[in-house]
């Protein structure tokens, strides 16, 4: 998709790979309203890139709605979506130790907030003006490939965000919508915590700016609409590739066929 003139919304804009994306996106020549639930830090990032400033927590759907209604109000189209917020939880990594509160907090924003995020999209670029391409990009991990085991939570909502890029990609694609996932490596944000950092860098672990992620993300909205449903790999210092799955096959598959949007 060509980004010149046309609107996104970024999800968890207020700091980290969001913001930096906001940045780029605004290079790019796009108009952008930033989301995110700290509403002094959305704030400076709008006041630093122009981007619309919106306050939203994304694990509550009627927020994610009004949210996605104040963009297409502002700018009168929505032509790519970043999902993107996403919250990590301290706990010991002992499924027996975990709070119940944390889990949903968890679970609440990692992949609810994706699923309304892209229900809201999708919503809001079948109602455009003028029917034309779309993209939405979702941050998924590298641990929504190969689970992390210090924190099974964290790999379920990002394992359950590649599972709904790949499931939604050919039922979107006739609309000419395409969706994708980003797989960051270890990226320097303030979701680790500065002891982690340290421990990262006594180890040798390379971590990547947010501003590569950025990039990755631009590099899937570019990307030819055969290309929808990839789960795009940025590692540190590399070019994202898109990471190929075994298919499993079997006598299921034929009941595997994408879904047709009803015709109002």
Known sequence: MELEGRVALVTGAGSGMGRATVGRLVDEG?????????????????????????????????????????????????????LNAGVAIRWSGDIADLDVAQYHRSVGVNLDGVVYGARGAVRAMRARPE?????????????????????????????GVIGLIRAIAPNLAPEGIAVHAICPGTTDTGMISESVKGLFRKAGIA??????????????????????????????????????FNEVGGPDAVLNVPVTAKQS
């Open 131 to 159: 029917p034309g391409d779309g993209v939405i990009v979702a941050t998924a991990s590298i641990a929504g490939i190969d689970p992390f085991h210090p924190d099974a939570i964290y790999t379920i909502g990002k394992q």
């Open 207 to 244: 971590m990547q700016p947010p501003e590569e992620i950025a990039a990755a993300v631009v590099h899937a909205a570019r990307a030819p609409i055969e290309s929808t449903g990839s789960c795009w790999v940025a590692n540190p210092g590399e070019a994202p590739f898109a990471f190929e």
């Open 30 to 82: 796009m108009r952008v309203a930033a989301l995110d639930v700290n509403a002094e830090a959305v704030r400076a990032v709008a006041d630093e890139t122009g981007a619309l400033a919106v306050t939203c927590d994304v694990s509550d759907p009627e927020q994610i709605d009004a949210a996605f209604a104040q963009c297409v109000e502002r700018f009168g189209s929505l032509d790519l979506a970043h």
